[in-house]
């Protein structure tokens, strides 16, 4: 399964990213995580060393003049499915899975001047990674709604909208729910951190389906001292709500394709 993971910025769509693809390795499976956001936070929130970073493709000028082209002459199908091994690192972890951590970067890193040439190979190794690869993909959208603008990720299996109980965090995550829906992501969950049991406001494009999570003391009282989120005292709290959000999510998958029209069949 492929799931985006977007929302406002702070209210812990990141840390969720951690924790699903930190789950997933220890059901045996290979996750890519993707990490979308200039912020470029996931591999801190997995316990990745500063030295162990991966490279971000943005800053690869020489990749991006090889695969893209320059002076104006792009390609807009390069070929990048050797890129993941090449840039992607391996996230530590106690398996018996496998992370693997790839960096896009962001339009700064990529040298200055225009950047169609670097957005242009960031969005085929996306799509390259979402519709060709089989194993589960991660990717921690841009806070906003910036990559759902740019419809980097439409063909996603699932959206999961991570959001905070506070006003404006509900009106961002409606905000990208719909955009969204829009290019046909149907597929979501709102993730509601640090959440009570509230009635929300009726703001609409809210995902249908919620989840709430409560209040994490140990997440709060690392966070001062150590971006890792892994590992934390409500362990099995985390794995809980992973648990129940990826079932959610498969569930809107089959309803999803339930739903979809058949094709005519051909004429003969």
């Given at each position: ?24 390795a ?24 500063p ?8 800053a690869?000028a ?7 082209g320059?002076?104006?002459m ?15 690192v391996?996230?530590?972890?106690p ?5 693997r ?13 225009c950047?169609c040439?670097a957005?242009?190979l ?18 921690d ?5 910036e ?18 109980p ?11 729910a ?14 509601l ?5 509230a009635?929300?406001?009726p703001?609409?494009g809210l995902?249908?389906?919620?989840l709430?999570l ?11 001292q ?18 129940e ?5 498969e569930?809107?998958?089959r ?6 029209p058949?094709?005519?069949a051909?004429?003969?």
């Amino acid at each position: 399964m492929k799931i985006a993971f977007a929302g406002k910025g702070g209210v812990g769509k990141t840390t969720l990213c951690a924790w699903t693809a930190d789950y997933l390795a220890r059901q045996g499976h290979t996750v890519w995580m993707v990490d979308a956001d200039t912020a470029l936070s996931l591999g801190q929130a997995c316990g990745v060393a500063p030295a162990a970073q991966a490279e971000p493709l943005a800053a690869r000028a020489d990749l991006i003049r090889q695969r893209i082209g320059a002076g104006g002459m792009i390609s807009l199908s390069p070929a990048v499915d050797d890129l993941p091994e090449l840039l992607g690192v391996d996230v530590p972890g106690p398996g018996p899975g496998r992370k693997r951590l790839l960096v896009m970067g962001t339009v700064a890193g990529a040298g200055g001047g225009c950047a169609c040439e670097a957005n242009a190979l960031l969005k085929s190794l996306l799509a390259h990674l979402v519709l060709d690869r089989d194993d589960w993909v991660l990717v921690d959208l841009e806070a906003g709604v910036e990559h759902l603008g740019r419809g980097t990720v439409a063909h996603v299996d699932g959206l999961v909208v991570a959001s905070e109980p506070s006003h404006r965090s509900l009106e961002t995550a409606a905000r990208v729910a719909a955009m969204g829906t829009d290019l046909g992501l149907r597929n979501q969950v709102l993730a509601l951190n640090r959440a009570p049991e509230a009635v929300l406001p009726p703001l609409p494009g809210l995902p249908g389906c919620i989840l709430r999570l409560p209040p994490l003391p140990g997440l709060a009282a690392r966070q001062l001292q150590d971006p890792n989120v892994l590992n934390l005292p409500e362990a099995a709290t985390v794995d809980g709500f992973v648990a129940e959000m990826l079932k959610a999510l498969e569930q809107g998958r089959r309803q999803t394709r339930l739903r979809q029209p058949r094709r005519p069949a051909p004429r003969v």
